[in-house]
């Protein structure tokens, strides 16, 4: 009986841990009537760190695709033989690890995983914060946010996105995919909150 249920409660939290990506991406309201779980992250990142859900789940759609285990294709050598990765990019956010150990010691939060969609937004809260505080931009601007999200804020600050069009164009679909995330947000949000307990 006690082997059932230990096997019972690994099986719950791996449930609970292990969301696979949205069947599609671009609809805000599929993707969080389906992970209402996402939606409080969510919701709590927007309150605490001021970002709206748009800027988030667009941040996340365009680093992971909503995978919380992506890493960056490996190189190849020769163009057949897998080589190493590019960076040790992890999780939804696609942070760094010297950037998340950053992260954890700034707000004390030592336990979050980059795996984990709630550590992951609100780690994309705080680094907007600091994109803030340390480049000026505004939490509403999506394009300025996803290029200090990606230079980081020294690169941005320094103009290192001059003359990367490839990411210059990835800024203005961040911009894009945030406007229609959060157009349609405001659509079903009353329906997102029924029965949304905050501290949940």
């Given at each position: 009986m006690r082997t059932l249920l230990v096997i019972a409660v690994l099986a719950l939290g791996l449930s609970a841990c292990g969301h696979k990506p949205p069947d599609q991406v671009e609809n805000?309201?599929?993707?969080?009537?389906?992970?209402?779980?996402?939606?409080?992250?969510?919701?709590?990142?927007?309150?605490?760190?001021?970002?709206?859900?748009?800027?988030?789940?667009?941040?996340?759609?365009?680093?992971?695709?909503?995978?919380?285990?992506?890493?960056?294709?490996?190189?190849r050598l020769l163009g057949f033989i897998p080589g190493p990765r590019p960076s040790d990019a992890y999780g939804y956010a696609q942070?760094?690890?010297?950037?998340?150990?950053?992260?954890?010691?700034?707000?004390?939060?030592?336990?979050?995983?980059?795996?984990?969609?709630?550590?992951?937004?609100?780690?994309?809260?705080?680094?907007?914060?600091?994109?803030?505080?340390?480049?000026?931009?505004?939490?509403?601007?999506?394009?300025?946010?996803?290029?200090?999200?990606?230079?980081?804020?020294?690169?941005?600050?320094?103009g290192s996105y001059r003359g990367k069009d490839w990411l210059l164009r990835a800024a203005d679909q961040v911009e894009r995919d945030a406007r229609t995330y959060d157009a349609q947000i405001e659509r079903c949000r009353r329906r997102l909150n029924r029965g949304w307990i905050p501290f949940l």
């Open positions: 805000a309201c599929l993707i969080l009537e389906d992970n209402r779980s996402w939606w409080r992250a969510l919701k709590r990142t927007e309150d605490r760190w001021g970002v709206s859900p748009g800027i988030q789940l667009a941040i996340l759609k365009r680093e992971s695709s909503f995978n919380g285990r992506a890493r960056p294709a490996r190189t942070a760094l690890e010297a950037t998340w150990e950053w992260y954890q010691e700034e707000t004390g939060r030592g336990g979050a995983d980059r795996d984990d969609f709630d550590d992951a937004v609100d780690f994309i809260g705080w680094y907007t914060h600091m994109s803030t505080r340390l480049s000026g931009i505004s939490r509403s601007d999506a394009r300025a946010l996803y290029l200090a999200y990606h230079e980081g804020h020294g690169g941005y600050n320094r």
